[in-house]
């Protein structure tokens, strides 16, 4: 996906938090809604030169643990999102 990526993994219902612990400590990353009570969060992260922002959605329903990070403006994320979930899969013990 051009500027963007998704993953989906099956886990144990526990992965979401430590994945939300993992991504509050990105540098530049902030939850900006929904919470791990609620299976659901959406965080920006923000590109350290510019501050051009990027979204992740994390969900976790049905043992699946769901993946979605995409930038918001331009054409291509030179791939920082696809690794950011990568890491994430790591952190959900998946990688």
């Given amino acids: ?3 963007g990526a998704i ?11 430590r994945v939300d612990a993992a991504m509050r400590a990105l540098p530049r990353t902030t939850a ?4 791990v ?3 659901r969060i959406t965080y920006v992260t ?3 030169w510019v501050g051009f922002p990027d979204y992740t959605t994390i969900e976790h329903s049905d043992g699946l643990l769901k993946m979605h990070a995409r930038l918001r403006f331009g054409k291509s ?9 990568e890491r994430m899969l790591i952190v959900a013990g998946q990688g």
């Fill in 1 to 3: 996906m051009t500027g």
């Fill in 7 to 17: 993953r989906v993994t099956e886990t144990g219902p526990d992965a979401l938090a």
């Fill in 32 to 35: 900006i809604a929904g919470a």
């Fill in 37 to 39: 009570d609620e299976r």
């Fill in 46 to 48: 923000r590109s350290k």
């Fill in 77 to 85: 994320d030179m791939g920082v999102n696809r690794e950011r979930l």
